[in-house]
Nanobody
Framework: QVQLVESGGGLVQAGGSLRLSCAAS???????????MGWFRQAPGKEREFVAR????????GYADSVKGRFTISRDNAKNTVYLQMNSLKPEDTAIYYC????????????????WGQGTQVTVSS
């Protein structure tokens, strides 16, 4: 079992930056490094959508086209933490951001993700 706790959300002006963190508590003999990690977001009235993903070792990453070149995902397996650095934020980035963990090579589509955090609100003003 994995518990995920996000932090770092808030209110920022367009063009600004935020860094989200997701701390994982692993409560079985499994280690954090066996979990692929990802970030998803959900805006009001919209479905949860993929933002970024990172492999178990951190050697492979992937991004949604809408955030490519602006967001960077990283992980520190020694600290059981994954990060999302968000630069050049736009009002359309406003959403609740969720951390996801799945015991596989990459995080799957939202319906199949095994563990979710509670989410952190990001609001970008114009």
């Amino acid at each position: 079992q994995v518990q995920l706790v996000e932090s770092g959300g808030g209110l920022v002006q367009a063009g600004g930056s935020l860094r989200l963190s997701c701390a994982a508590s692993v409560r079985t003999v499994r280690t954090f490094s066996i979990y692929a990690m990802g970030w998803f977001r959900q805006a009001p009235g919209k479905e949860r959508e993929f933002v970024a993903r990172i492999s178990r070792s951190g050697g492979s990453t992937g991004y949604a086209d809408s955030v490519k070149g602006r967001f960077t995902i990283s992980r520190d397996n020694a600290k059981n933490t994954v990060y999302l650095q968000m630069n050049s934020l736009k009002p359309e980035d406003t959403a609740i951001y969720y951390c996801a963990a799945h015991p596989s090579v990459v995080v799957p589509e939202p319906e199949r993700v095994e563990y979710w955090g509670q989410g952190t609100q990001v609001t970008v003003s114009s």
